[in-house]
């Protein structure tokens, strides 16, 4: 299996950026495609982002496309979520994920593998 652990969280304002990391550590990395998603107080954990085991064919949830890029280096067994023009509606626990599937998906179920999560915060 494969461990995740998160970071780079924090308060932020609206219209800034924050970068998260994800570092993995087990099974061999670029087995997995890897995810974003967030949970926000009272809501069910959502998609936010996908990219594929190579690092191509980055997918974004609507309301993040544009603001969100998502990359990988397995090199360094890490994937990043780079956010800009943050809004208070991206105020939401994030989590990485790892999924084995041969496809790309935005279902929290075809995820095997999910990190603890790092808060982020977005002051109006």
């Known amino acids: 299996q494969v461990q995740l652990v998160e970071s780079g969280g924090g308060l932020v304002q609206a219209g800034g950026s924050l970068r998260l990391s994800c570092a993995a550590s087990?099974?061999?990395?670029?087995?997995?495609?890897m995810g974003w998603f967030r949970q926000a107080p009272g809501k069910e954990r959502e998609f936010v982002a996908v990219?594929?085991?190579?690092?191509?064919?980055?997918s974004y949830a609507d309301s993040v496309k544009g603001r969100f890029t998502i990359s990988r280096d397995n090199a360094k067994n890490t994937v990043v979520l780079q956010m800009n023009r943050l809004k208070p509606e991206d105020t939401a626990v994030y989590y990485c994920?790892?999924?084995?599937?041969?496809?790309?998906?935005?279902?929290?179920?075809?995820?095997?593998?999910w990190g603890q999560g790092t808060q982020v915060t977005v002051s109006s």
């Open positions: 087990g099974r061999t990395f670029s087995r997995y495609n």
């Open positions: 994920a790892a999924g084995e599937r041969w496809y790309l998906s935005a279902v929290r179920g075809d995820y095997d593998y």
């Open positions: 990219v594929g085991r190579s690092g191509g064919s980055p």
